[in-house]
């Protein structure tokens, strides 16, 4: 099986950053899309992702790969909770990622090409 969600949208909160228990650097933020509804997506970077996160700022659009991720956790009436985010491996600016895709595709035949 296999998880891949890409997104492009706008940087909606402060990014924070923390060292994380195993000491690994993990960069949280929010990133919402408009497609075709308004949604809202909690983003979590670890180490090179996170770098790259601290980068942006509210209202700073932004390019995020990565994979869909929900855990379960109780509140504080022992009820389950459950919340969804993605588990960034790549962050980057939407105009960078597009320049980066096309020169690596040059040369490359696609299926409208035939």
Partial sequence: MFSKTILIG??????????VSNGNKLASFRVITND???????????EKA?????????GDM???????VTRKYKDQKGADKYITSINASRIGSPNA???TETQSTKGVAHDDDF
Avoid at 40 to 46: G, V
Avoid at 50 to 58: D, H, R
């Fill in 10 to 19: 706008k940087v909606v909160s402060k990014v924070e950053s923390k060292i």
């Fill in 36 to 46: 075709p509804h308004i949604q809202y997506h909690n983003i979590n970077a670890f």
């Fill in 50 to 58: 996170a770098e790259s996160a601290l980068k942006y700022n509210e």
């Fill in 62 to 68: 932004v390019y995020v790969e990565g994979k869909i």
């Fill in 97 to 99: 990622i597009e320049e």
